[in-house]
């Protein structure tokens, strides 16, 4: 058995493709653009290259893009007040601080400034504290990324077991919560599970999200089980060269899993896109605006 590929990339196509539609309408109602901040402390390669893709996605959907760029040595207090600037910018629905920041800022107070409303990232604790209790609020973008894949290419979740390989904040624990509220049955596995491969063995999904490179093999899976893979990992392709690989070991997945999301191309596309879904809804929302669920 070959399992069919979840292209992510397509589906992100195509909800980029509404967010941008729903944003003309929305142009259109209001009189200006919904708008995302993107703020950047320091020169981290990756975070710029993140950066400049979400300005780009930002863009081309018919959307503001305010990119603020500060230097590594930008003190907690300074980005604490840019932060509350942008709080207060009516012209501003959704507010992105890049992370990693530097080691002197404190993450978690710098997350604990964004208005909750304006928190399009869906770190606040109290955006997590309403995902736990099953109430409305921002969920981060790459776990409700995996759930729309897997709802696309399963339907309905419910009463199936799932396995969730992390504990982050930004993926393992929300996309746990998530599939709860799908009625599945879930375990969050991690580096101090005992006996790992068999937990996720009788699993029907699997989500990786761990940072360790294909890790997780054929042999671990039940067969025909939905696989999200999470990772992304650039190792080496010999001749001084790399390649990026998902935290499963895709060649051998694919023999034995129903349905598997590639790295690249599959979780990657769709967290640029949940976040322009995201920014959307926070424009609605501060605009006093009805935005049905089933348009995106």
């Known amino acids: 058995m070959t399992a ?8 992100a196509a195509g909800l980029r493709a509404r967010v941008a539609t729903l944003a003309r309408s929305f142009a259109e109602a209001t009189g200006r653009a919904p708008g995302l901040a993107v703020v950047l402390v320091g020169e981290d390669p990756a975070s710029q290259v993140y950066v ?4 780009k996605a930002t ?11 500060l230097p590594a040595d930008t003190g907690e207090e300074a980005l604490l007040d840019l932060v ?11 507010i992105l601080v890049q992370l990693p920041l530097p080691s002197h800022i404190d993450e978690n107070a710098v997350i ?7 928190d399009v990232d869906g770190f606040h604790p109290i955006n997590a504290g309403r995902l736990a209790a099953g109430l409305d609020g921002f969920v981060p973008c790459t776990p409700l990324g995996c759930l729309m894949l897997l709802r696309d290419r399963l339907g309905d979740l419910s009463g199936l077991d799932a396995v969730v390989i992390g504990r982050s904040n930004i993926v393992g624990k929300p996309m746990a919560q998530l599939l709860l509220q799908q009625s599945c049955t879930v375990t969050i596995a991690h580096s101090r599970t005992r006996d790992l491969p068999d937990v996720v063995r009788r699993a029907d999904i699997v989500v990786a999200a761990v940072g360790r490179p294909e890790m997780v093999k054929g ?4 067969p025909g089980a939905a696989v999200i893979d999470v990772g992304i990992n650039r190792v080496a392709a010999g001749e001084g060269k790399t390649r990026l690989v998902g935290d ?4 051998e997945a694919v023999e034995v899993a129903g349905a ?6 599959g979780v990657g596309p769709m967290t640029i896109a949940v976040l322009l879904r995201n920014t959307l809804v926070a424009a609605h929302r501060h605009a006093g605006l009805a935005l049905t669920p089933d348009a995106l």
């Open 248 to 251: 499963v070991d895709f060649a």
């Open 112 to 118: 604990a400034a964004i208005d909750p409303g304006k």
């Open 4 to 11: 069919e590929i979840i292209d992510g990339k397509n589906f």
């Open 59 to 69: 863009t081309e959907a018919g959307m503001e893009s305010f990119e603020h760029r």
């Open 260 to 265: 598997i999301t590639p790295v690249p191309g």
């Open 219 to 222: 042999g671990w899976l039940k």
């Open 52 to 55: 400049r893709a979400k300005h």
């Open 84 to 94: 509350r600037a942008l709080n207060a910018d009516d012209a501003v629905d959704g």
